[in-house]
């Protein structure tokens, strides 16, 4: 069983950086494809980035694409997401979690053993 942890998030000015990590315990986290998804308040949650098992494909939602980046250390057990020219609206928790091997995906059934999530605030 694959538990995933997030950390990372903070408070952080308009324009301004973080880097969120997932942790995993667990061998087989390397067999699974690895995405990051969002919910500010009131709204639903939503699709960010994703990644393959080996790293070699990426995927981003649209409003991100340019500002940020997905990426994995497997001998770490640990899947990145570098955040830069950040936003208010990107204010959100922000949630990884454990996808098909063969996919990036945004389809978020198809995602499981959620971490807890971190808060993320961007102040204007």
């Known amino acids: 069983q694959v538990q995933l942890v997030e950390s990372g998030g903070g408070l952080v000015q308009a324009g301004g950086s973080l880097r969120l990590s997932c942790t995993a315990s667990?061998?087989?986290?390397?067999?699974?494809?690895t995405g990051w998804f969002r919910q500010a308040p009131g709204k639903e949650r939503e699709f960010v980035a994703a990644?393959?098992?080996?790293?070699?494909?990426?995927h981003y939602a649209d409003s991100v694409k340019g500002r940020f980046t997905i990426s994995r250390d497997n001998a770490k057990n640990t899947v990145y997401l570098q955040m830069n020219s950040l936003k208010p609206e990107d204010t959100a928790v922000y949630y990884c979690?454990?996808?098909?091997?063969?996919?990036?995906?945004?389809?978020?059934?198809?995602?499981?053993?959620w971490g807890q999530g971190t808060q993320v605030t961007v102040s204007s």
């Open positions: 979690a454990a996808g098909p091997a063969g996919q990036t995906t945004n389809i978020m059934s198809l995602y499981h053993n």
């Open positions: 667990g061998r087989t986290f390397r067999m699974y494809s």
């Open positions: 990644i393959s098992w080996s790293g070699g494909s990426t």
